[in-house]
């Protein structure tokens, strides 16, 4: 069985730029999670999705958000850049009522 | 408001020791409880969660209500034990999980 898969592994972009990140939930999971792990601050949870709605946001400004496809796949979106948005970010999939989550291997995003 | 507190970065012991990762939680429910595990260059795994009450690996962890705490234990450590752990909690907000700080072990020969 396919794991959540996310694309690309590597981004780098310029401070005010945006980044659009990819996450594939594992199949049937209807369930997708955004974390954010920047160095020294550890795993902060961003937005989580289901069935195509924001469900909870983490204590981020507006311009992270995302969305969720009919497929259940997903996108992060970070608009406006800043270096501190440089960070692993991990995404995860669900069963909706089952809190185990799947982790992928996670998008590196750089500003520079 | 739901936290995690792992108060130790850094644990090293040695091949066969036994080791102790600390775990503390603040959360006015009933909360969930789960400790994950990152081995090197591996992704995010579930290792063990509280109601399952389950032995992975060697390790075992006990939700303790009244000291707000869910420790995990292994009574002898092996080299591929090895890894970044990472407690964390789900209350009722929405199967959301907040994670500790995480800590690193490192087993030594």
């Known amino acids: 069985e396919a794991g959540v898969t996310q694309s690309p592994t590597h981004l780098i972009k310029t401070r005010g730029q945006q980044a659009t990140l990819r996450c594939s939930p594992i199949?049937?999971?209807?369930?997708v999670y955004w974390y954010q792990q920047a160095l020294g601050l550890g795993l902060q949870f961003l937005l989580w999705y289901d069935e195509g709605e924001e469900r909870n946001r983490g204590n981020f400004p507006p311009r992270f958000s995302g969305r969720q496809f009919p497929n259940y796949s997903s996108e992060l979106n970070v608009n406006a850049l800043e270096l501190e948005d440089s960070a692993l970010y991990l995404c995860?999939?669900?069963?909706?009522?089952?809190?185990?989550?799947?982790f992928g291997q996670g998008t590196r995003l750089t500003v520079v | 408001a739901q936290r995690v507190t792992q108060p130790e970065k850094l644990l090293s012991v040695f091949k066969g020791a036994p080791v102790e990762l600390k775990c503390n939680y603040s959360y006015s429910g009933s909360p969930e409880l789960f400790w994950y595990v990152q081995y090197s260059r591996q992704r995010l795994q579930l290792l063990l969660r509280?109601?399952s009450r389950e032995s992975i690996k060697g390790f075992t962890a006990d939700l303790n209500k009244g000291e707000t705490s869910f420790h995990l234990k292994k009574p002898f450590a092996q080299e591929e034990d090895s890894a970044m752990y990472y407690c964390?909690?789900?209350?009722?907000?929405?199967?959301?999980?907040?994670f500790g700080g995480g800590t690193r072990v490192l087993v030594k020969p």
């Open positions: 199949s049937g999971h209807t369930s």
């Open positions: 995860a999939s669900s069963l909706m009522r089952d809190t185990e989550a799947f």
């Open positions: 964390a909690l789900s209350g009722a907000a929405g199967n959301k999980l907040t």
């Open positions: 509280h109601i």
